[in-house]
């Protein structure tokens, strides 16, 4: 596992123009036994767009936040901005694979795709396993998605849409049977909208009652709500969310503690120090050595 020096530590990648659409937000590649050559995708990186596909063969294996994963045929991936990944090694794989932009989301005509499942991603899922009649409609939408891609046209954009939403509420139902297996409720919708006001603020806001005054709720009712829905307390979610960036931190930057904890919110590295121990029962110093052994 190979780890960074840059500065940033660890490299943000953007959307780069498209060819076809000449646009940085939408961008889509057929692979046919291609092989990636990008060495840049050979280091850990965050990506600041979303990038679906579906791995028809092929691929070799990669790592999401820690977690590596040996590609499965016949299987569709999803990464979220943010998310820190690597390839092991470039190997031949045959799919179809697109990418798209918070921007891009921000469209008028795309805006319904912000509140599925497959975007917001509340379970932190990767990986679709997909039956065989699944792989058919699939694939079938992947090639119309495709052929209106290389379209250029008055209605090119609204029909691009209107094929990426099938496809992303088709894919929104497996997510919801695979991972949540609950009902959306208005107190499901409070969860999944606190979850993803923490991924936005985690870095500054610490408290559940921060939280509660960005969602015009009481900090009781946030808490109850929370605790109902997820059985884990409201404070829990925030502890989880920075133990896992410190983490990843951690394993894959050469930052200093203080680093970490400045870039966390914490105003002191003593502090931080005790905070990650109490939620992992290790110091960071040792969860660093131990990980980095482990994966060498």
Known sequence: MNLTTLDPPIPLYTLEQDP???SKLFSMSRFEGTVT????LLIPHRKDYYLLGFI????GRHWVDMVPY???DQTFYF??????????EPLPTWGTAFAFTQEFLALQENTLLRTLPMIQNPENGHELALSEADVMFVEDLLDKIYSEYLTAGVWHQRMLSAYLQVLLTYLSRLYTEQFERKTF???TQLLKKYQAEINKHFHQLHQV???ASLLHVSAGYLSEVIKAQSSKSAITHIHDRLVLEARRLLFHSEQSLKEIAFGLGFSDASYF????KRETQVTPAEYRAATRRMYQ
């Open 56 to 59: 028809r063969q092929g691929g």
């Open 20 to 22: 076809i659409l000449g």
């Open 70 to 72: 040996e590609p499965k």
């Open 37 to 40: 050559h990008h060495s840049e």
């Open 273 to 276: 120090s005790r905070f990650f």
């Open 185 to 187: 409720s208005a107190e």
């Open 209 to 211: 009652s921060d939280y």
């Open 79 to 88: 990464f979220a901005p943010q998310q820190i990944t690597v390839k092991e």
